[in-house]
């Protein structure tokens, strides 16, 4: 059988790496489209002539995938589409669609095997766990999950390969790498809680590959394709730190050495491990710091840090010469305009390369949509399509001064790289939303993604060129 894989976007998607590898294990094809880069899609679809077209989608971005289904679907009225990823997972009642036939929740490998045997050998999969599946009559399956893979040693590497016909992603020179699923904490605006919930019962949720697998990932990745850097994916990189990261890191530096870079905890960190990743060649790292006042962070937040915690840990990655993102979100329930102004403040003492600011999303299965929906934060009827694709433009819960402190997120990153700014931002954010705050926005954050990710301008603009509507802006 042929499963194709259309997305939007140039990113390549790890998802989808990962089911095409154990689809061509299994004996089917496995090939992607990505729409903005095609000419003319009906034709590229017919070429490949698939059976089966697959979408990975996060919230947000399930308007698109919806609306390139209906699309697809007005071309090749006989194939079966079927809709994964986060979105998927979360809000499986995307099956009502017109052109969806089929939505898998969580992990797709077996889910997808499952569905292109059936199909090849002419056997109904209506009951294939993890697969939701709507007949003809729009009757609908609801099939349970199954157990977590706890060996993710056993699914082969991921196969890259099908983004070779686009040059600008084949030429990459920075790759990302996932050492394993899950994250043992709780956030509240995160989507790990909602997912634990999901997977209740299912097996332990946060699994790793051994560090021999991920070495030998990487290496046999780097013997087809050169890099200059390599992004490790995983939500916490370092969690236990002497059990996992310590030997993962050793082999590294002997059979890997790139510069790379990873996400952390700022209360999992310690001067042995922070002194470790950079002797391995980890020149940055992302740290959630989420907000500057700790009753937000803590209480609302669920993040359970401390500032000194934060503090510490900034100052030990500076010492070993770590470059480093934090990430800040505003606009949670109960943020006012000073405790936004605490974030831009405690961010503009930690000196980070790049304070990443967002606003809040509450997406489906988190805490914080529970908080708001029962403090009537969202307006009336507020449903998930609502959702924009992007998280930096716009938040739909209402809170107090939300113009100002929507216009401050826009303007965070400079406030902090320029702490003499503030008393102009102070008296900018009382603006109404303009492109300025946007434009400013987006061109700070495109310089500080490429130096963070010590990205070439060329690698940067072809990058660009193909995402220019990734900032979605339709609420302006
Ligand atoms: C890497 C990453 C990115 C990368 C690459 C995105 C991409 N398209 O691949 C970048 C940085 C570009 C990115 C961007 C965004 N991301 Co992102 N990203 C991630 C991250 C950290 C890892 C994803 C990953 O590769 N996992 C490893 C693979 C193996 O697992 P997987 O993706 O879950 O795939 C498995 C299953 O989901 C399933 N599956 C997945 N796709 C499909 C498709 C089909 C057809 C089937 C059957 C099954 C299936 O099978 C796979 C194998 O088991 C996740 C967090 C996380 N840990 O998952 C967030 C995450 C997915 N991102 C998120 C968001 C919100 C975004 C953005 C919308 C942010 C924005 N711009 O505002 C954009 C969307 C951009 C886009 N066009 O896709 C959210 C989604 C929340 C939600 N409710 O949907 C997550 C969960 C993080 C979060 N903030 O909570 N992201
Ligand atoms: S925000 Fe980070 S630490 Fe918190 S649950 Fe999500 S991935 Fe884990």
């Not at 919806?66 to 809709?83: G, I, S």
Request: proline share 6%.
């Amino acid at each position: 059988m042929r499963i194709l894989y259309i997305q939007k976007d140039p990113f390549v998607n790890m998802g989808v790496t990962a089911l095409s590898a154990y689809a061509t294990e299994h004996g089917h094809e496995s090939h992607l489209l990505i729409e903005n880069a095609e000419r003319n899609l009906e034709r590229a679809i017919r070429r490949i002539d698939p059976d089966v077209i697959g979408f990975s989608v996060t919230t947000g971005l399930h308007l698109w995938g919806l609306a390139a289904a209906a699309k697809v679907k007005r071309w090749f009225p006989n194939v079966v589409t079927v809709f994964g990823g986060m979105h998927a997972t979360f809000y499986p009642d995307m099956i009502k669609g017109e052109a969806v036939d089929v939505v898998c929740r969580g992990d797709g490998e077996e889910a997808v095997v499952d569905l292109l045997n059936r199909l090849e050998a002419g056997e109904s999969y209506t009951d294939v766990p993890n697969l939701w599946v709507k007949e003809s009559n729009g009757a609908v399956h609801r099939n349970a999950m199954r157990p977590l893979e706890q060996n993710l040693d056993k699914y082969p590497y991921p196969d890259r390969s099908i983004y070779d016909k686009y040059p600008f992603v084949k030429n990459q020179k920075i790759e990302g790498f996932v050492t394993g699923r899950g994250c043992p904490d709780n956030c509240s605006f995160c989507f790990h809680v909602g997912l634990k919930k999901i997977m209740k019962g299912l097996g332990t949720y946060t699994r790793r590959k051994s560090p021999e697998y991920v070495i030998e990932e990487i290496e046999s990745f780097l013997a087809k394709y050169p890099l200059k850097r390599i992004v490790f994916r995983d939500d916490t990189f370092v969690v236990t730190y002497h059990d996992y990261v310590k030997p993962l890191m050793a082999m590294y530096r002997e059979r890997i050495g790139l510069p790379f870079s990873c996400l952390i905890r700022a209360d999992y960190m310690s001067e042995e491990s922070i002194r470790d990743l950079a002797e391995s060649g980890c020149f940055a790292v992302k740290m959630g710091v989420e907000s500057g006042n700790e009753y937000m962070r803590n209480k609302i937040m669920h993040k359970h840090l401390g500032d000194g915690e934060i503090l510490e840990t900034m100052r030990l990655l500076h010492k070993y010469g770590i470059m480093v993102q934090t990430s800040n979100i505003l606009g949670s329930p109960g943020e006012t305009l000073d405790s936004a102004w605490e974030t831009l403040e405690f961010n503009a003492r930690l000196k980070p390369e790049h304070a990443w600011c967002s606003l809040i999303q509450p997406y489906p299965g988190t805490t914080i949509q529970d908080l708001v929906m029962k403090e009537g934060m969202l307006p009336p009827g507020f449903d998930p399509d609502e959702f924009e694709q992007s998280y930096f433009m716009n938040t739909p819960v209402d809170i107090e001064n939300k113009r100002e402190i929507s216009n401050l997120q826009k303007l965070f990153p400079i406030g902090v790289r320029y702490p003499w700014l503030m008393p102009v931002i102070k008296e900018a954010i009382k603006l109404p939303p303009n492109r300025a705050f946007n434009l400013v926005f987006k061109a700070h954050y495109a310089y500080s993604i490429m130096r963070i990710n010590d990205m070439e301008v060329g690698d940067f603009l072809r990058i660009g060129l193909y995402t220019r509507n990734y900032f979605n802006q339709t609420s302006f």
